[in-house]
């Protein structure tokens, strides 16, 4: 059975935060340089270590299992294509990771522009203002569920 994740924006970034904390609770490199869901397999002594680099997306992909015959213990570089059903989701996670909420929005949900464009601005110099200072690339964690409510507000 697949699973395929909600076309809300609000519900998506909660989904989104929910899972980057907990694959940085299991140890797993935020990069998101890297985009998407990478496994590196490197030499280390005589044993072979893998590596889970991960951005907001990938984390979902990860924690959710989106990626049928994913191995944690096996090289790999996974993308939404890898997920059709979530293909759409899983980019506007992307778009919303960088700020991008006008673009994400538009993927997901029919709305009114010209009614909500200073919003989606305000959103967007929201995380360009709240730069995670562990994570390059993101903003911190706790700016994505503002963000969330606010988009919750407006039904989106």
Same mark, same amino acid.
């Given at each position: 059975?697949?699973?395929?994740?909600?076309?809300?924006?609000?519900?998506?970034?909660?989904?989104?935060?929910?899972? @980057?904390?907990?694959?940085?609770?299991?140890?797993?490199?935020?990069?998101?340089?890297?985009?998407?869901?990478?496994?590196?397999?490197?030499?280390?002594?005589?044993?072979?270590?893998?590596?889970?680099?991960?951005?907001?997306?990938?984390?979902?992909?990860?924690?959710?299992?989106?990626?049928?015959?994913?191995?944690?213990? $096996?090289?790999?570089?996974?993308?939404?294509?890898?997920?059709?059903?979530?293909?759409?989701?899983?980019?506007?996670?992307?778009?919303?990771?960088?700020?991008?909420?006008?673009?994400?929005?538009?993927?997901? @949900?029919?709305?009114?522009?010209?009614?909500?464009?200073?919003?989606?601005?305000?959103?967007?110099?929201?995380?360009?203002?709240?730069?995670?200072?562990?994570?390059?690339?993101?903003?911190?964690?706790?700016?994505?569920?503002?963000?969330?409510?606010?988009? $919750?507000?407006?039904?989106?």
């Amino acid at each position: 059975m697949s699973k395929i994740l909600p076309m809300i924006p609000s519900k998506l970034l909660r989904i989104a935060v929910e899972d @980057v904390q907990k694959s940085l609770n299991e140890g797993h490199e935020p990069d998101m340089d890297v985009s998407w869901l990478h496994v590196v397999e490197r030499a280390v002594g005589s044993k072979v270590q893998h590596t889970c680099y991960l951005c907001m997306a990938g984390a979902v992909m990860l924690q959710r299992d989106l990626v049928r015959g994913f191995d944690l213990h $096996e090289a790999g570089y996974y993308l939404p294509s890898h997920c059709k059903e979530n293909a759409l989701q899983l980019t506007a996670i992307d778009y919303m990771r960088r700020g991008l909420f006008l673009d994400a929005c538009h993927l997901l @949900v029919p709305f009114d522009l010209v009614q909500h464009k200073g919003l989606f601005m305000g959103m967007t110099r929201s995380v360009l203002e709240n730069a995670d200072a562990d994570i390059p690339g993101m903003a911190n964690l706790s700016t994505y569920l503002k963000i969330a409510d606010e988009l $919750e507000a407006i039904g989106m």
